[in-house]
């Protein structure tokens, strides 16, 4: 699969929820960084991340731009509250290889109804 066509499987599999098939479209020893949390390494940390985010928030991903170039894939999305954000995908031979992700986490916190931890606003 191209770089694109991996993360448009990519969004139809977060849209279902699915962490256990989300994981599979990455390598064995992967790099998941959103940049809100220290990167995650391997395929079982990713699908352990989506799991726990799965189960505490109602996500969504809403395409609004695509890109490639490469073995990189540049995705543009927003969800159905407002939110937004990019992400940066390397894939090779069909696998995530690398995610880097950017959105507003403590606006997620808020529109999904997380309490924020202490920790998130310092001392």
Same mark, same amino acid.
């Given at each position: 699969m191209s770089p694109k066509a991996t993360v448009i499987e990519w969004i139809e599999r977060f849209n279902r929820s699915d962490a256990e098939s989300l994981a599979?479209?990455?390598?064995?020893?992967?790099?998941?960084?959103?940049?809100?949390?220290?990167? $995650?390494?391997?395929r079982e940390a990713i699908r352990d991340m989506f799991r726990r985010e799965f189960g505490r928030a109602r996500m969504h991903c809403l395409k609004e731009n695509l890109f490639e170039d490469g073995e990189w894939a540049i995705l543009e999305w927003r969800d159905p509250l407002g $939110?937004?954000?990019?992400g940066?995908?390397? #894939? #090779?031979d069909g696998l995530i290889v690398f995610q880097r992700g950017y959105f507003d986490q403590l606006s997620f916190f808020r529109q999904q109804g997380i309490a924020v931890p202490d920790s998130y606003l310092g001392d």
């Open positions: 599979a479209l990455y390598a064995p020893d992967a790099v998941n960084h959103q940049v809100v949390m220290e990167p $995650l390494v391997g $939110l937004r954000g990019c940066f995908f390397r #894939v #090779v």
